[in-house]
């Protein structure tokens, strides 16, 4: 049962152009959410996060907007440059029965930007 | 900072066999997490350890198992291997384990089962 799912397996975006990544969840109970971005032959590495609280966080060319009804995040880069090709995770957290977060990564989003 | 640091990086075994994996996290940081990576499965999570006790745990089978030391190393071990088993497992360490604590990824252990 895949609680988080990023349906596009990958994206295609011109350099200087808005970059939109976009995940899904199932679990209600989620109250915390994290992108992280990963290269190849790396470990993946953090991004941005949001609490349930807001509806968007901002870090310089990275936004992440939150839609609690619709269970749904998006991840916006703008603009989009050639470093920023990589595999972005969605993640989403919450506490497991012990009170201890848990997270569910999604299935990743294979971004290219094109020079 | 020395960042977190997995040994060994590639390992090919032949099915049958066990392997362990090692993790070292970053200095001071008390929680570590598990994740097996696979092509269309994303990071799925193992387990995660906090003060040598297992705190979380995925939805793998007993034949995953892992623990941490008390200088916060951490192991995991599979028996009985599986082509299945063949991923990338990846290692996370972070502050003491809260939602907010920023996860701090190694580069991974290749495995492939024969």
């Known amino acids: 049962d895949q609680q988080v799912k990023q349906n596009s397996p990958s994206l295609s975006v011109q350099e200087g152009r808005i970059s939109i990544l976009n995940c899904d969840y199932t679990n209600s109970m989620f109250d915390y959410f994290l992108w992280y971005k990963k290269y190849p032959a790396e470990g993946p590495t953090f991004l941005i996060s949001?609490?349930?609280?807001?509806d968007k966080n901002e870090d310089g060319r990275f936004t992440v907007f939150l839609n609690k009804s619709a269970k749904h995040l998006s991840l916006h880069i703008v603009p989009s440059q050639p470093g920023d090709s990589a595999v972005y995770f969605c993640?989403?957290?919450?506490?497991?029965?012990?009170?201890?977060?848990?997270?569910?990564f999604g299935t990743g989003t294979k971004l290219q930007v094109i020079p | 900072k020395a960042g977190v640091t997995q040994t060994p990086r590639y390992l090919i075994k032949t099915r049958g066999q066990q392997v362990t994996l090692s993790c070292s996290p970053i200095?001071?940081?008390?929680?570590v997490s598990w994740y097996q990576q696979t092509p269309g499965q994303g990071l799925q999570f193992l387990f995660e350890?906090?003060?040598?006790?297992?705190?979380n745990k995925g939805n793998f089978p007993g034949r995953f198992s892992g623990r941490q030391f008390s200088n916060s190393r951490s192991e995991m071990n599979v028996s009985t291997l599986e082509l299945g088993d063949s991923a990338l497992y990846l290692c996370a360490s972070s502050r003491i384990g809260l939602a907010t604590d920023t996860q701090y990824f190694g580069p991974g252990t290749r495995l492939t089962v024969l």
């Open positions: 200095s001071g940081h008390r929680s």
């Open positions: 993640a989403a957290s919450r506490k497991n029965s012990g009170g201890y977060q848990k997270v569910t």
């Open positions: 949001i609490s349930s609280i807001k």
């Open positions: 350890y906090f003060s040598e006790t297992q705190r």
